[in-house]
């Protein structure tokens, strides 16, 4: 099956124009930031989320390149004679470590100090990080 995958061009050429999509349009986003009445970070969300515990689980659930991520992980520990304890102990592992990271850059990005920085530079960081992105969505289409 990973055959019909690898050597399809059409497969191939499907997630190539979707990725230059994604990308496109992340760039896009980025670029056109603007502040908003607040000074505060920057309002460019396609949608307001007023929980951030769902706003984190959906951002990672959604995240084309955490689902690849783990993915690939996986596909290089576990194969079919792998146990369904040592499975699922990958997977607990997995979620813990995961849960720990996300919960010391929660902690990170809430502090005082982050918030001033992050909203003293954060149009900027968005400007940069929008062209970064258009200049790679243009590699991944050509």
Known sequence: MDYIF???NYFYN???YLSFAYLLFLS??????KYNNKNTLPNNSLFN?????LIGFLTNVLNPKAILFFVSL??????QSTSIYIKSIYGIWMVLST??????????????YSKKIINKYSI???????????VISIKVIL
């Open 6 to 8: 690898i050597n399809n």
């Open 74 to 79: 996986f596909t290089i520990f576990v194969n």
């Open 49 to 53: 989320l007023k929980n951030p515990f």
């Open 99 to 112: 849960g720990v990271w996300f919960c010391i850059v929660s902690v990170f990005f809430t502090s005082k």
């Open 28 to 33: 896009i986003s980025l670029i056109n930031t």
């Open 124 to 134: 900027i960081i968005s400007k940069i990080m929008g062209i970064i992105l258009l």
């Open 14 to 16: 499907i997630i190539k």
